[in-house]
Structures are given as C-alpha cells and as structure tokens.
C-alpha cells in the first residue's frame, strides 16, 4: 500500500508510505488523497487532518516521473495533473483545521499538498521548494494560487515560486511559509501544535474555516486553480520539459 491512514483521538493521520521513491506521489497516492478527504467529510468526530510522509528523509518528493513521465501531450497530462489538482482543492476546502507534519524534504509537488494545507510543522533538517522551473514546468496542482493566498509578503512568495530551489527550515519560517520548525519527535510536535486547539469546540474551528472559504469563493480560487494547472498542462508537452526530464531521469 502507497499510503496509510490512521485515526486517533479524533486526529486523522495521513502517511505517503513509498520510501524507496522518497514519498512521490502516484495514482495510487492520488486515490488515497481522495479517500482520506471522503472520510473527513463524512466522519464528524475528526477534528484535524495531518499530512506527513514516512521516515525521516522526505516529506514529500512530487510527482513520481518515473511514472508521469509517460503522459506525454497536453491533454493527457491535464488529466493528471487535474486529478491530484481537485483532490488538494478538496482538501484545502475541509471545515477542519490540515496540518502538514513536514518530517523531512518536500520538493515540487510536496511543496504544494503543504501549502494546501492551513499550516506547516516543519522539521529542522527540512528542505523545501518549487522546484518544478527546473523541469521547465510550473505548479500544476494548484500549488502557486495557495501560495498566494497564504498571506506570505507578494515578493517572497513570488520569489519562492521563480527560485525554482529549495529553502532550508529557517529561511521558510522567516518568510512565513513555515508555521513552526520543531526538533525531535513530529509526533511530539504535533501534540504540541495541536493542544490549545483541543479544547476549542470544533464547531468554532469549522466557522473560521468558513470566513476563509467564502473570501476563496469570493476570489474565485477553484477557478484560478484550474487555470494554474491548464498552464502546467501546456508546459508539459514542451520539448524542453521531456529534455529535463529525461535528464533527470538518466542522472
């Protein structure tokens, strides 16, 4: 199995469980993205939805090019890219609080599931980054639009997003992408994180999520999310991303 789910005390728990591909993400990982969210929606004791990857390494590493790499023209890339795109927008839509528990580098598509998540718990040794212009593409999950929409100064987000590298856990605390960078345990910190908000009722949490959603409503986000990753999708059939790719494939 790509991934696993775990509830405990009203805390769902979802791991990228793919080691050997530092936790990037398939179909199947897709899927798993789309059942979780399902059962948050439907399971009304949930009162926070964590996202994290296994071991200590990666977080999340993207896309897994070794198999995306085969979808090669704009229409069959759009197809995938517009799958994990609506499961995030799903997720970034949830009236519980998501949590990103970044245990290690996420990169590319790993740095937009965790900004499509309402915070980030980011280990000290973490790298993180849009590294998706040096494949010649850009965000294609939507990942560019929650970046913008995350109250991060316009300039650090776009720089960010140009860079195409990764930040270290300090750099992306300071600029406000990173909610918090703990030592130790991810699950001590995120008992940690998550203690004051514990004794809140949930149906407060579920209405300041509200106030959020409507502003997205209002600002049409899903709509901008589809036109990020139209972009991606054009991008994505260039002779210069299957050049990159390849590249990077044969490294």
């Not at 960078?181 to 999520?209: C, D, N, T, W």
């Amino acid at each position: 199995m790509a991934y696993k789910i775990e509830k405990v005390d009203g805390v769902v728990i979802f791991t990228i469980e793919r080691l050997e591909k530092r936790n990037a993400i398939n179909f199947e990982v897709i899927d798993g993205f789309n059942e979780v969210v399902a059962y948050v929606k439907e399971q009304p004791e949930v009162r926070f939805l964590v996202i994290t990857g296994a071991g200590d390494k990666a977080f999340c590493s993207g896309g897994d090019l070794s198999e995306f790499h085969n979808l090669k023209t704009e229409q069959e890339a759009f197809g995938m890219l517009s799958k994990m795109g609506k499961a995030l927008y799903e997720l970034a839509t949830l009236k519980v609080p998501t949590i990103a528990l970044i245990n290690g580098a996420a990169v590319g598509g790993g740095c937009e599931i965790a900004t499509a998540c309402d915070f980030r718990l980011v280990a000290s040794h973490a790298k993180c980054g849009f590294i998706q212009g040096t494949l010649s593409i850009t965000t294609g999950w939507g990942g560019g639009t929650y970046l913008f929409e995350r109250g991060i100064r316009h300039d650090h987000a776009l720089k960010m997003l140009v860079d195409a590298r990764t930040y270290d856990a300090q750099l992306l605390y300071d600029i406000g992408w990173a909610t918090r960078v703990f030592e130790g345990s991810k699950e001590q910190a995120l008992e940690e994180f998550i203690e004051s908000m514990r004794k809140i009722h949930p149906s407060v949490h579920h209405a300041y999520k509200e106030i959020e959603l409507r502003k997205w409503n209002e600002s049409n986000v899903y709509q901008r999310v589809m036109d990020e990753i139209h972009e991606c999708a054009k991008l994505w059939e260039s002779d210069a991303h299957n050049e990159a790719v390849n590249s990077f494939l044969t490294k």
